[in-house]
C-alpha cells in the first residue's frame, strides 16, 4: 500500500526550502545544504514513485 501521507510531508518539506532559498536570506552555504536536501528528499520520492509503478505494472500484467 502506497503512504500518501508521507509522499505529502516530504513534498511539504521540499515546498518549504525551495520558498527559504528563494525568497529568503539565505547565505551560499545553507543554499548548498538546502539543495543537497532538495536532492535527497526527491530521490526519495522519485525511488518510491518507480518502486510502485514497477508494481503495478507486474500485477497489471498477472
Not at 502506497?2 to 515546498?15: A, P, T
Not at 525551495?18 to 545553507?30: I, N, Q, R, Y
Not at 538546502?34 to 520520492?45: F, K, M, Y
Request: hydrophobic residues 40%.
Amino acid at each position: 500500500m502506497r503512504d500518501y501521507l508521507l509522499e505529502e510531508v516530504k513534498l511539504q518539506r521540499i515546498d518549504f526550502i525551495l520558498k527559504k532559498v528563494a525568497f529568503g536570506t539565505c547565505d551560499f552555504e545553507e543554499k548548498e545544504m538546502a539543495i543537497q536536501w532538495l536532492v535527497e528528499l526527491s530521490g526519495e520520492l522519485m525511488s518510491e514513485i518507480r518502486m510502485h509503478e514497477s508494481i503495478n505494472v507486474k500485477s497489471d500484467k498477472h
